[in-house]
């Protein structure tokens, strides 16, 4: 059986000049990419600053934490992976209300909320300046409606 030789050599991008990949993400984007990863190391980090470690908050901060890094560390580089944000924002907004665990612990109460509204921020918002091309909309070319 013979081998053939792969025409399309250079495995880039279609219609990437040179067959080289072209930078996936802005300055901009990777900035709020990796404020996205440091939300991640805030909620590993967090529960030892604000004096609430060793409590089963912060054992569900650490869990969320170990899950969304690996997911939005390989969304650094591919993009998308802003989406895991969602649920988890929303979680950490019920979860004081919902779970009893929080009642003598208002640092870990305070830290949920507003991580879990940043989550949420970062999740919906990309924060970039033009995140959609402007649309162009000829008004020459649409059809004309008669009446008769």
Known sequence: MAV???PRVD???YGAPEGRLED???PARLAVRGLRLLLCLWWVVGPFLLHYGGTLAQKQDMVIAFLC???LAVGLVMGGARLVLLPVGFWLLLAPRLSGIYFHLPAARMNDWV???LA???AVFPL???PWPAMKIDLGRLPRLHRE
């Open 115 to 117: 991580t879990g509204a």
């Open 120 to 122: 949420l921020a970062l």
């Open 11 to 13: 495995f880039g991008a």
């Open 24 to 26: 996936a993400a802005p």
């Open 128 to 130: 970039t300046s033009a």
């Open 4 to 6: 053939r030789e792969n």
């Open 69 to 71: 890094l690996p997911i």
